[in-house]
């Protein structure tokens, strides 16, 4: 026999049941929103990880070019700063090599990113151990060059001194003639030479002198010139024809020529020009004395 169920008994059921079933959607409805906000800030923290270590590869890369740069403008000061750059650049370049095998194989952002900062401090150190080195070699080099330059100026000093001295000592150990006398004879049938003061009767002039003492001077062989200038400013010239380089590197013909040997003591020498021909022209004659080249005397003589 059916089981008869009373009809209000059955709405209460119903409503049971309709209650569960709102309560089980709301419990829906609320996990979906938590698991849709643990995923969004999953995603926001994963992405910020993700930015912060974009930030530190950005800054690796900066820095790297920058301290090549800071570091390259000081090339070329000194040899030893070249080398100490070549140096850097090398542990840089094995840096950045470093830097890019790190970021190849690590896997693990929050280990990358930790990483990347680590090896950026360690760029920075590196480069700014760098500058202090090269500001150390800097400031060596100035010293150094001071220094330099301190001891060329006292080497140009002592350059200078010993060339005044030098002067001094090549002025003082010059040999001088004094007591230049100057004559004129004509040459007689006999072959006697006597006096004459008229130019067209003249066959020689004789110009004597004393090569002064000189205590300085080095002794040895001297050569002793004399050149002897018509009024119209021609060499008379002997027929030795010797010639000899003056003071000034040139190169002059001499009337005579004659080698002595000096011990330091005075000593008197003649030298002459002779001619059979009298050919001599009237006026004054320029007579120049040298010593080794060197002008020692000068005078004039009259011929009528």
Known sequence: MRKIIPIMETQKQNKNTSYILIALLLLSFIFNIYQWRNQTTTVVTYDSKIDSMNTVRIDIERELATSEVELEKYRGISANLDTLLNDANAKMADQEKKIRSLIA??????????????ELETLRKMKDEYLDKIDQLITENKELKSKNEE????VTNLNEDKKNLQGKV??????????????SFKKKSSGKYVDASVAKRINKLEVCFTVMD??????????LYVVIKEPTGKILASTSKATFNNEKGEEVAA??????TYTGEKQNA?????TEERTLTPGSYNIDIYIDGTLVANTSYMLE
């Not at 009337?255 to 002595?260: C, D, E, F, P, W």
């Not at 003649?270 to 002779?274: D, G, V």
């Open 214 to 223: 000189n205590k300085i001077a080095q002794s040895g062989d001297k050569m």
């Open 151 to 154: 001891l060329n100026s006292t």
């Open 255 to 260: 009337t005579s020529s004659y080698k002595i």
């Open 105 to 118: 194989k690590e896997k693990d952002v929050n280990k990358l990113n930790k990483k990347l900062k680590d």
């Open 270 to 274: 003649c030298l002459n020009f002779e």
């Open 170 to 183: 090549g002025v003082a150990s010059q040999l001088k003639a004094e007591y230049v006398k100057v004559a």
